[in-house]
């Protein structure tokens, strides 16, 4: 349940009867021929279709993440990691005063891992509180389940390409990218990967029919949901 | 337009045009029996609407803000002030690095405006730039229509109350609340303003027609847009 | 009482009777002809005068606020935002840690606003001291007394300039000036800043009769007492 | 070649030939029986033999790491993720101005990891120097050398055990551990985790023959050495 | 020349004929049965008098400065050493940027020292601003004027009570106080110190005939205006 | 006992005996024609020769301090002020969570003196931990030893020509360099000091004769091993 959709009087309710929470968050920051905000769309809409059955609120997404590398593609926001580990630390302390027992960061974009390793850090200062870092794209069976489709897939490419991402009027090519070489990016200024990355995808095709791709979403759905069950140490 | 709906290329285009760029921000906190969102629901909406006529891409709502004095509310989350400023400077690196020249920010909440105040601080070192803060819902014509429908109106009251911040299944109550005294809130801890807020309504009445709701908030766009048309200075 | 006039044990004799204290806090900035220490010459007397029927204990102003404006103006230092809120929190530390339960900051220059907005912050991690904002200057009957005397009163204009301000062998100018545009003037780097306003004052009259000032300072004086007598909340 | 070992008129000269350089960062953290220096020697050891041939300076092992989760364990320091990365930022900044370009942190400890994470936003702001992130002990040869010995290895098991990590007169357990489930791991305050720890030991046999050790050595001095040879993107 | 008795077009003056200026630095904190303004006042005046023929302008005095040790003694203030680095070095930014090329702080307590040691990293970002730390009252000749009236002074005895920081109604004991143990005092937390030190004199006698003070005082004054005059590197 | 020698179960038996630990603290920069580590080889020996026969563990040296005027040296790393005390911070967070009671910092650089003055901060928030900073190179015993030799001795002379800091195959000059003026290098930027030292040393002969090292040495020892002795305030 989003918490967009319900009132204080409504979440104090739903603490009485389960201390879980699920916090979305993502990036703003080129995706190719795609939408500027894919990862917060997926990490906010895997966690409301993954929530909803348990009744557990799910918090607004976080909009902005960290990605030094894309900042020559405009549209792009990042935050620097500091910012970011304060700001996963502020929404935390509210979370636990307010009695939440069990946050799910539902995660959708790499860049933001570091962001999370700040919560066994927090979670020392509160005992009690139980914090879990869920990157729903590469858990092992939504990860399986895009091998499954095939394996060169990649940031920008058809495995972010669904039906709430991609732009109405916006033609995707149709064949193939040759995958880039992650390794090398990670050595270079965000004015070289603009040049070595082009249109932003990382490589493979740039869209997959909706039956393959709603089939990997039911997989990181689920995976998600079973996340928020448990286990919680 | 909202850059969740444009890709990379698209702003890219957007900036070659027209330098200006919105970012709506608001706050998840209690506003009474209306949704947690409400302030990120309005900022975000009177930007999106005051842009869309102009062609000037509008960011994601940044869904946190600073507001301490309703930490016990539950699903409230504030951040700190230095977390938020932090924030606000990143998001401005990244705009104006990629060649935004006029950037305006459409606040939907009081507790924010401190935030505002490191922009002047901000556009010393980033000559060419400029940052305009905007409180839309107490801009001089927009808080003149207000007042006009009544002078009782406040936080979590009927001037929150729209289609779109109003739960479905959730009555308000009937009559008038007496107004709260902000200037004794401002003294008090999180706790003691829970116990003196009670539903955490302000004051004033808790609805009024959609017809006056509709009127009020077709002033707060234009004023909103007429912010974006300038003067920048 | 000024602390500067006290030894510890008296101030701890203070403390047992009455838990009260003042901080002023002013700017050292461009006021036009005036000294560059208006604001906490006079945020620093009128809490001396303020307290001293009272007995309270007002320590030693200070003297730098934040003004990032004015920063083309000599003489003129800028605190980062960040800085001043550490610098307020710390003084509070150190307050509370004394015993004071009632702590009222006496504050002299807009600027300095924003760092009042830690307080709320601060208090939810202090329960039981309770720490109150007041802008002497512009609260509700000194500002009133403003507009009695001349609706056009400004920054550096003659609402600023007392005996106690004003330098030995510099003459004002004898006409008014033009009111600025304080809206544009927020959308200007310092560089913008000093080249619009020129002497520094915002507009209005550059002198008052010192009865009138007198009788101003009087209102100031007794509205900023009534702050310090309550409420407390 | 260790700084320890040179003066700086011999790094001048090393920088005017090859602008490469190499940062060992390490951790002081329980490793079950072995030495509570275990990331940092091995992490120093393997960056000197690996970089020994090439004349390349290897700077003083960082000691001190991010291990929040083994704060329980005496002897156990661990830096906060933000202490950790101005550290990294302010090495980096030291190196690039004396002139060196192409440097490779060697790292022997995974909680470290995110503290690599500010290489990008780093290297963005200084164009021309290039920095690589290695864990030497996890690169794709190295994991595969310790697999071919024994696929259950894993944090103060035989992986680490080597003859410069052992302590004299102490003997490990003859038995294998059974792995503990890391995921679970990361849910637990640092209590918890030495609860379910015990002895540190994440699972599996407690020695191997020295000559396995030894072939697994070479592998990842090869592969370390090879990460500083290139590409440098 | 005050700063506070000049405007900003007198200030803009000065620094056209003299890129000087000075910064006195103090401590709000017991001294015994002395003013708790005692370092302010001292290096305010010092500064002030030693400026004074020089036409050199002296900002206002930092009344707050570092002394953690004396947080049990009612009416002190300590800063925290992070907050009073930024403080410094705000500061210096402002003075730098109002052109202001060689800037004395005159320091008038030992807490405040570490405070200066941002200088250094400083000046190396603001090639060609030159600032240096004055600690007034044990400089070279000052010390050995103070050794010559009386070997045995210390914090809050004899030689700090001045005229202008005694207290009217306030008698001082008429013996001398036993030396405390600064090297003890300093593995102490701020309860023991104040249970340590009693009524906060480090040892010696409590006045001195005031023809000694002020001779003492003159060269003080005189030191600290040679190091005004020079050199500056 | 070096940390490194040890492991955790041993460090939990000695905090049982005795609640003692040492930590060497160094710098990385120039010194002349000797080692760049001289001052963290020098802290970590005397720190284990000195708690050798006391059985106190020593961690591993922090190699890297504050340094801001060797800069331009190639291989000097400075950390930022503000680095190093959340660094001295964390560390002795760790020690006390480790149930350490009594810190002794052994420190080998001027510059890291500063970093050392967070330490009665640090005491006031954790009672029953006392902390004490020694510099071991100037403690009132080692300053006799080092000027009954020469009085003319510093920073990269003969003073700290051990043969454990020495390099093979350099040689250090004949003669005796005049003594620079620190006074005056504190007034210098990093380019500026490069260019006034030269070499790197400060003063006086390059070297002495071993029987006088060996004797300097073990003055050095013993008054370390009498600070870790007592008292404890």
Redesign the interface.
Same mark, same amino acid.
């Given at each position: 349940m989003r918490? /967009?959709?319900?009132?204080?009087? @409504? #979440?104090?309710q739903a603490?009485a009867r389960d201390g879980r929470a699920v916090v979305p968050v993502g990036s703003?920051e @080129?995706?190719?021929? &795609?939408? %500027? /905000?894919v990862d917060?769309?997926l990490a906010e809409r895997v966690a409301c279709e993954a929530a909803e059955p348990l009744g557990v $609120?799910v918090?607004? #997404?976080?909009?902005?993440g960290?990605t =030094?590398?894309f +900042?020559?593609? =405009?549209?792009? #926001?990042? &935050?620097? %990691?500091?910012?970011y @580990? +304060? &700001?996963v630390a502020?929404?935390l302390d509210? %979370?636990a !005063?307010? !009695?939440f027992a069990r946050i799910l960061f539902v995660n959708g974009h790499g860049?933001n891992?570091?962001g999370g390793?700040?919560? @066994?850090?927090w979670?020392?200062g509160? $005992?009690g509180v139980?914090?879990?870092?869920h990157n729903w794209w590469n858990a092992p069976r939504t990860a399986a389940a895009v091998q499954a489709i095939d394996p060169e897939g990649s940031h920008a490419s058809w495995m972010e390409n669904f039906p709430w991402t991609r732009?109405p009027g #916006?033609e995707v090519p149709d064949g193939r990218k040759p995958m880039i070489d992650v390794a +090398?990016m990670? &050595?270079?200024? /965000?004015?070289?990967v603009r040049a070595y990355l082009g249109d932003?995808n990382f490589g493979g095709a740039y869209r997959k029919p909706d039956a393959q791709m709603m089939e990997m979403w039911r997989v990181g759905v689920e995976e998600t949901r079973d996340a928020l069950e448990g $286990?919680?140490?």
């Amino acid at each position: 349940m989003r918490i /967009a959709d319900m009132n204080w009087m @409504q #979440v104090e309710q739903a603490i009485a009867r389960d201390g879980r929470a699920v916090v979305p968050v993502g990036s703003t920051e @080129q995706h190719g021929y &795609l939408s %500027l /905000a894919v990862d917060a769309i997926l990490a906010e809409r895997v966690a409301c279709e993954a929530a909803e059955p348990l009744g557990v $609120p799910v918090f607004p #997404v976080l909009a902005y993440g960290i990605t =030094p590398y894309f +900042r020559r593609y =405009p549209g792009t #926001v990042s &935050l620097r %990691l500091d910012t970011y @580990q +304060r &700001l996963v630390a502020d929404i935390l302390d509210s %979370l636990a !005063g307010a !009695g939440f027992a069990r946050i799910l960061f539902v995660n959708g974009h790499g860049g933001n891992i570091p962001g999370g390793s700040i919560l @066994q850090e927090w979670m020392n200062g509160h $005992p009690g509180v139980t914090v879990k870092w869920h990157n729903w794209w590469n858990a092992p069976r939504t990860a399986a389940a895009v091998q499954a489709i095939d394996p060169e897939g990649s940031h920008a490419s058809w495995m972010e390409n669904f039906p709430w991402t991609r732009l109405p009027g #916006v033609e995707v090519p149709d064949g193939r990218k040759p995958m880039i070489d992650v390794a +090398r990016m990670r &050595l270079m200024d /965000a004015a070289a990967v603009r040049a070595y990355l082009g249109d932003g995808n990382f490589g493979g095709a740039y869209r997959k029919p909706d039956a393959q791709m709603m089939e990997m979403w039911r997989v990181g759905v689920e995976e998600t949901r079973d996340a928020l069950e448990g $286990p919680w140490a």
